[in-house]
């Protein structure tokens, strides 16, 4: 019996046997033993499912890995250091040195810094477009070593939702993966690959952990796309790894395991961005509550959000679920049971007294974070995003006067009176 997903976040991953732990164990080993070297020489290659080294797959992370694939309605996924590797690796993987990536320019700007600087020196090249193109904007973007196009659900810290069926129907005419960031709305408010998302990314330091715990990223595979209809394309998929005995991942696991199976064997293998066994257990303990605090964060960040475009002192209030939003009709469709927590908008008078404003600010705390169940904000030009230019800034949808904020699950109307009396100081 198919169970819902509010059902899977507290159930989901790991069902104990007869006198087994309730909860989730807690693996903490960077080893295990074996009887043989035959045993152990199994799992080397890949002719058996086991463990020998943390560095590449342990118990305890694969268990909440397990249980995330389950919410997002997965075929095979795995848990990573950060969200930072997620996305990393999710590319990486089909990706090498003189290969082409599309992605929207409204991304996370540590994401855009990853993607235009650091992988760029690895030899990628990328090209941002504008998260509302059109199709045939989209479509003249491509190049013939174009491997894979990448969004996010709910871009970071502009809020612009993405068209996701039509990046999707682009990217599949060209034969290649839709990538998601799926950090924002989780699977509780959006589910990609039911509008045709091949790859789904998520920071889980954010509402999937929730309390500001641990730090942690996690891939999931929809296990949809067919690698091998486009063998021309992925030869890392499709034909035999040296570096791994000669196995060719789509023949050997098919489209629903050779992408995770590639990620865990090679690249897991070689960088090491593992999550900890106690950061996985932790996260668990997050998602178990993720249906119920997805929705208060919700309630209180349009309860906000409509308060700040009631007040002359706000220049423009961006929120996807906020009637007369630019996004509010795609949210609709993409997100009828709530967008995020988060809501980015303008005081009046620009940058400086943004930051005043923010300064003022006693129940909201000024954090490098988001998504956490306390209330807390950012101002992402001098800090997430510093280290882009002016005209990246406009392009990623993150003006100088832009405030990030995100609510928490306390009681909206104590944040409303923060903002309020912080704005009274600053502006009168």
């Known amino acids: 019996m198919e169970k819902r997903i509010e059902t899977k976040c507290v159930q989901g991953g790991y069902t104990p046997k007869n006198g087994e732990p309730r909860q989730i164990p807690i693996y903490q080993s960077t080893t295990f033993k074996y009887d043989t070297s035959e045993d152990m020489g199994k799992l080397f290659d890949l002719e058996a499912s086991g463990y020998f080294y943390s560095r590449l797959q342990n118990p305890t992370c694969d268990m909440v890995a397990a249980k995330i694939c389950q919410l997002e309605g ?27 990536i599309i992605s929207s320019s409204s991304i996370y700007g540590g994401t855009f810094n990853l993607f235009s600087v650091t992988m760029k020196k690895m030899g990628i090249d990328f090209t941002f477009i504008s998260p509302d193109s059109t199709e045939e904007d989209i479509q003249k973007a491509f190049k013939p070593n174009t491997k894979a196009v990448f969004g996010e659900t709910i871009a970071n810290p502009a809020l612009t939702v993405l068209d996701i069926e039509k990046f999707a129907r682009v990217a599949h005419k060209n034969g290649v993966p839709l990538i998601i960031d799926n950090t924002f709305p989780t699977p509780i408010n959006c589910r990609p690959f039911e509008f045709g998302a091949d790859i789904v990314t998520h920071s889980t330091t954010k509402y999937m952990d929730g309390h500001g715990s641990a730090v942690g990223g996690c891939i999931v595979d929809s296990g949809n796309f067919d690698w091998m209809a486009h063998k021309e394309k992925y030869p890392g998929l499709c034909t035999p790894d040296d570096s791994y005995h000669g196995i060719t991942y789509a023949e050997k696991f098919g489209k629903e395991g050779a992408y995770i199976y590639k990620a865990t064997a090679q690249l897991m293998r070689d960088f090491g961005c593992t999550q900890s066994p106690q950061s996985a257990y932790l996260l668990n303990l ?109 392009n990623a949808g993150v003006p100088g006067d832009l405030v990030r904020l995100s609510c928490g699950i306390e009681n909206a109307q104590d944040l409303i009176d923060d903002i309020k009396q912080a704005l009274d100081k600053v502006i009168g």
């Open 74 to 100: 997965g075929s095979a996924a795995m848990l990573t250091s950060s969200g930072q590797a997620a996305n990393f690796f999710a590319v990486f993987n089909i990706a090498n040195a003189g290969d082409h």
């Open 286 to 394: 997050g998602l178990e509550s993720l249906h119920v605090r997805m929705k208060r964060h919700c309630e209180n960040a349009l309860a906000v959000a409509e308060y700040l475009a009631s007040d002359s002192r706000i220049g423009w209030v961006n929120y996807p679920s906020l009637k007369g939003d630019k996004y509010y009709d795609r949210a609709c469709k993409y997100l009828p049971n709530g967008s995020c927590g988060v809501v980015s908008f303008g005081v009046n008078g620009g940058k400086s007294v943004a930051e005043a404003f923010m300064k003022e600010l006693r129940l909201i705390a000024i954090e490098t974070h988001v998504a956490d169940a306390r209330s807390c904000c950012l101002h992402p030009a001098s800090s997430t995003h510093r280290q882009l230019s002016e005209q990246e800034l406009i």
